[in-house]
């Protein structure tokens, strides 16, 4: 895996499929935009792995993202020397995972997210147990996982209408993770995660 991920990667034509809107209006990253790193992390789940996302807590107003599946991540500070290690320490802060356990597999396609003004940069790492998260409450509700085979089944992609902040969005694309809707920013990166899991 280490190999495909510094190999041409499949870009924003994988990312689009999950995009909720379709055009590319919005690509393009502002002069201002703010640094995220975000960590797509692995752990052995028997023969199969499993991807961590959260759930970001609907109660913090603050947040544009709030209620939504994530992954791990946020803003790059200044103590970061760069976007992966920005990546690894959120990951430390939000859900507990010790970052001399993390080891880092490659970087996906950056994401620009209108909505907030980040571009963000995913990185994929992976651990070698199973995890007891320590969650950050102010953070995050809960963690969500899901097994690569469930992520890529055609059939976990679905569409359905979404309101959002009283407006609301028809025909979204989203993988259905049992009870949750993975959608947005996350399921554009999950998409190029899963087309490259699919090509190994």
């Excluded at 790059?76 to 995972?97: C, L, M, P, Q």
């Amino acid at each position: 895996m280490n190999f495909r991920l510094s190999s041409p990667l499949p870009g924003w034509e994988a990312q689009r499929r999950m995009s909720p809107v379709q055009t590319e209006a919005y690509r393009e990253p502002k002069a201002n935009a703010k640094e995220a790193g975000v960590l797509a992390l692995l752990h052995p789940n028997g023969k199969d792995l499993k991807l961590t996302y959260i759930k970001r807590p609907q109660r913090n107003t603050l947040d544009k993202h709030s209620g939504q599946v994530s992954f791990p991540g946020g803003k790059k500070e200044k103590v970061d020397k760069n976007i992966i290690d920005t990546a690894v320490r959120e990951t430390y802060e939000e859900i507990g995972i010790n970052p001399k356990d993390i080891r880092i597999l490659g970087q996906l396609t950056p994401l620009y997210v209108y909505v907030s003004n980040f571009l963000v940069y995913p990185s994929v790492g992976v651990i070698d147990y199973e995890p007891d998260y320590i969650l950050q409450s102010s953070e995050v509700d809960y963690t969500i996982t899901a097994d690569l085979n469930e992520l890529t089944n055609p059939g976990t992609v679905q569409k359905r209408d979404l309101k959002i902040r009283g407006f609301t969005m028809r025909d979204v694309p989203y993988f259905a993770l049992g009870e949750e809707t993975l959608w947005g920013a996350t399921a554009m990166i999950t998409s190029e995660f899963v087309e490259i899991i699919r090509e190994l």
